[in-house]
């Protein structure tokens, strides 16, 4: 279903400078409109973020894109995603081949996309809880992902990469953010390249906004 919509994105992404041919490809074949509520099918294949409900949002499939081309990925390498929410940019990681491990805070959504990986048969590690201290079992990660806005960057997710590993995270205000990536040179050197302007949903944690 909706395969001629899905190559259409997967045409507008690439005018609009997306190279990466694996992660194009993804974007072809992941089925995004499996990961949006019902009544919003019909919207899935827009180059739009859509409402999951909770008061949260599925990103902008641009956003999805260009989050996963700044990683840099190779198959096989591993990726910790905090903010699961939908479970479409984990989907698209999982289909580039990657080991993914994913955090989501609110338990609703964690159990739902849970279910909705289990009954697709998407391979993915995820857990409930707070993001913005990593998950220290797993690391050091290949590749971070920080799919919610944070007005700093989280120490413990600096400490999870790996050397060379590259952290992807929107930092600034609750209604804008500059897209952080950030290059692991050595354990307390690092690479900073911005890129504006964004807009997440908040990440609410310890190492994120305090508050609900
Ligand atoms: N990657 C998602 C985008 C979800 S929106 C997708 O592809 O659909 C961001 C998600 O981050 C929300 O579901 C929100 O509940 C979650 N979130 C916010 N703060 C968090 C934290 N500290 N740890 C884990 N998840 C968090």
Same mark, same amino acid.
């Given at each position: 279903m909706y395969e001629r919509e899905r190559l259409e994105l997967v045409d507008k992404l690439s005018e609009k400078g997306i190279n990466d041919i694996f992660v194009l490809k993804a974007i072809g074949e992941v089925e995004r409109h499996l990961f949006v509520p019902k009544a919003m099918k019909h919207h899935a294949y827009k180059d739009i973020a859509l409402p999951i409900g909770y008061g949260q949002t599925i990103s902008q499939p641009y956003t999805v894109a260009f989050m996963t081309e700044a990683l840099m990925l190779k198959p096989k390498f591993k990726v910790l995603e905090i903010g699961t929410g939908s479970g479409y940019q984990a989907a698209i990681l999982f289909k580039m081949g990657i080991q993914v491990y994913s955090i989501e805070r609110q338990f609703e959504i964690y159990s739902a996309t849970r279910k909705l990986f289990d009954h697709l048969g998407i391979h993915v590690n995820t857990k409930c809880g707070? !993001?913005?201290? !990593?998950?220290?079992?797993?690391?050091?990660?290949n590749g971070i992902i920080v799919t919610a806005g944070s007005p700093n960057i989280p120490s413990s997710l600096k400490k999870q990469l790996l050397i060379g590993g590259k952290l992807v995270i929107p930092v600034g205000d609750k209604n804008s953010q500059i897209l952080k990536i950030i290059t692991k040179l050595d354990e307390d050197e690092f690479d900073i390249m911005d890129v504006p302007q964004f807009s997440f949903v908040p990440l609410i944690g310890r190492e994120g906004w305090n508050q609900k």
């Open positions: 707070d !993001g913005t201290i !990593g998950w220290d079992e797993f690391a050091p990660y």
